[in-house]
Nanobody, 124 residues
Framework: QVQLVESGGGLVQAGGSLRLSCAGS????????MGWFRQAPGKEREFVAA????????MYADSVKGRFTISRDNANNRAFLQMNSLKPEDTAVYYC?????????????????WGRGTQVTVSS
């Protein structure tokens, strides 16, 4: 059974940083692309960042480009999201996800495995 478990969320002031981690288990982690998505209260879940199986291709939402960095450690079955210069509008529950492809995608409908999420709150 595939499991993804996020951690690292919390409360931070605007301008601060957080590093989210996603631990994967249940299948060969290194074969599949990973993605981060977020859902703010009253809004639909949206794409944040994605990384391919090897880590040499990444994709970002325009709203986080230059501030967030996605990475992965295949040896330890983990993916990360480094979030810098955080803004109040980054407040959301952040989810990691993976599907059945090695290649990046921003389409959440292509991803069948999801974690339960970690809350990120940015105060102004």
């Amino acid at each position: 059974q595939v499991q993804l478990v996020e951690s690292g969320g919390g409360l931070v002031q605007a301008g601060g940083s957080l590093r989210l981690s996603c631990a994967g288990s249940g299948r060969p982690f290194s074969r599949y692309a990973m993605g981060w998505f977020r859902q703010a209260p009253g809004k639909e879940r949206e794409f944040v960042a994605a990384i391919n199986w090897s880590g040499d291709t990444t994709m970002y939402a325009d709203s986080v480009k230059g501030r967030f960095t996605i990475s992965r450690d295949n040896a330890n079955n983990r993916a990360f999201l480094q979030m810098n210069s955080l803004k109040p509008e980054d407040t959301a529950v952040y989810y990691c996800a993976s599907g059945w492809s090695s290649y990046v995608t921003a389409n959440q409908h292509e991803l069948g495995h999801w974690g339960r999420g970690t809350q990120v709150t940015v105060s102004s």
